[in-house]
């Protein structure tokens, strides 16, 4: 049976906070996807999490399917993770001296990823992916960057070009305050088309210092690269001399014990030069890295001349969380993260073909997208034409059920190891009952 559905407008304390927010963080949010333009309404304000669960500040419980948008793998609260941290930070909370956690936490990245030589620790997957850039630049010489339409890297200035999700919920094509020379260096591709690469390279390939990819796109909605896609754009790049990033921010430790590397394996033409981190390997707290070919590396500030630094990189709390979760995600965690998904998954294709609502479900690993259309999604331009109208309501339908979906058609859904059985249950009966409700 369906368990009974309150009114949206019930949530007076989390839009009191909003509206005290407002008067003193823009929009009331610290990061735009939070605040539910794309499907209105009053963004839940948490107090709790526990396992696959959330508390919001009206008391009201949900499945948890966002997961701090990736981070949080082994759910909420994890036992060995709140001890390693509170160890951690009995010890010391920041040096800004080097300790032999981030050693530790290297290492398992370095030993995890098989062409990751070498990393730097970051705070962020937007400082990764900045400071890749960089380095590829300072290594080629050059300072044209490619990127794929619906790819999102951060907001940093020469990658927020069309960026996906949260861009692309806004529907702005770009970002004011991002100078024309930021943006200029920055040529934008549509995903999975190699022979527009091939293009754009015949042309201005002596220019180009790097090509940065999602391993697999979480951004537009879950979109993998095509069978070759990945080869072809190792071996156009080598060709002419350009670096290979490959984005793991969100996909890396999540899609397997590696990566989305690790499904795909290392294309027939070699491994990306680079790679860049973040998400699953803090654990919840603010830990990230970019790292790779060590020949590369060694053009690092200390060592080489690019310069990048951060006062709490490599921070010993964060480290402490990230290299105990990394421990925890073994063969057995990712096994059951498929099973999850593949529950949930299963669940959305059978309700919404019971109801006839058009729909495509695509996978990357353990993460999935539910896009409200029909066929192949292969770029941003398919991944755009949805019903983004029709998600928004079937988000409330799950979130008055109790399921904390992401607010955005363009994202990925997130599980974790905590969820359980009852959780599941749970979350299935809010799919057949919101599939109805928005049939
Ligand atoms: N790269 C990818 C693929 C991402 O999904 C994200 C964030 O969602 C980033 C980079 C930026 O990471 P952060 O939000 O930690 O700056």
Excluded at 279 to 306: H, I, Q, S, T, W
Excluded at 403 to 409: I, K, T
Aim: net charge negative; with cysteine.
């Amino acid at each position: 049976t369906d368990p009974p559905v309150p009114s949206a407008a019930d949530a007076p304390h989390s839009a009191a906070l909003l509206e005290r927010a407002r008067r003193v963080i823009p929009g009331g949010v610290n990061s735009p996807v939070r605040a539910f333009r794309s499907v209105g309404g009053t963004p839940r304000f948490m107090v709790r999490g526990l396992g696959p669960w959330l508390w919001d500040a009206d008391g009201e419980k949900y499945v948890d399917l966002v997961c701090s948008w990736g981070p949080m793998i082994l759910g909420h609260g994890d036992a060995d993770v709140l001890r390693a941290v509170a160890e951690a930070a009995a010890s010391g909370f920041s040096f800004g001296m080097p300790t032999e956690r981030e050693v530790l936490l290297a290492e398992e990245l370095v030993s995890r990823v098989g062409p990751v030589e070498q990393v730097r620790l970051v705070s962020s997957g937007t400082e990764a992916t900045m400071s890749a850039i960089r380095l590829a630049r300072g290594f080629t010489g050059r300072s044209v960057v490619v990127k794929f339409a619906g790819c999102y890297h951060g907001h940093v200035d020469a990658l927020l070009a069309s960026a996906g999700s949260g861009v692309a919920t806004f529907g702005l094509p770009d970002s004011p305050g991002v100078p024309a020379s930021a943006a200029g260096e920055t040529i934008v591709l549509p995903y999975n088309d190699l022979a527009a690469l091939e293009a754009v390279f015949a042309e201005r390939g002596d220019q180009i210092a790097a090509v940065i990819t999602e391993a697999a796109a979480g951004n537009m909605g879950v979109v993998p690269p095509a069978p070759g896609f990945t080869d072809g754009l190792r071996r156009v790049t080598a060709r002419h001399g350009a670096l290979l990033v490959s984005d793991e921010v969100m996909t890396g430790f999540r899609c397997s014990p590696s990566g989305w590397l690790g499904l795909e394996g290392v294309p027939g033409s070699g491994a990306p030069d680079l790679f860049t981190f973040g998400k699953v390997m803090g654990g919840g707290f603010p830990a990230a890295a970019f790292g790779g070919r060590a020949d590369v590396m060694a053009m690092l500030a200390p060592e080489g001349p690019v310069y990048q630094a951060g006062t709490l990189s490599g921070n010993p709390v964060a480290a402490a969380a990230g290299l105990t979760t990394l421990q925890k995600c073994t063969d057995e965690v990712y096994a059951r993260l498929g099973t999850v998904a593949a529950t949930l998954a299963g669940a959305v294709e059978e309700s919404f073909t019971r109801h006839g609502i058009p729909h495509r479900v695509q996978w990357a690993g353990s993460m999935f997208s539910v896009f409200f259309r029909e066929g192949e999604v292969v770029d941003y331009d398919d991944a755009r034409d949805q019903d983004v109208e029709r998600f928004g309501r079937f988000f409330h339908a799950m979130l008055r059920r109790g399921v904390h979906l992401p607010p955005s058609c363009f994202e990925s859904w997130f599980v974790s190891v905590a969820h359980d059985d009852e959780a599941l249950e749970h979350a299935v009966r809010a799919i057949a009952g919101s599939a109805a409700e928005i049939a």
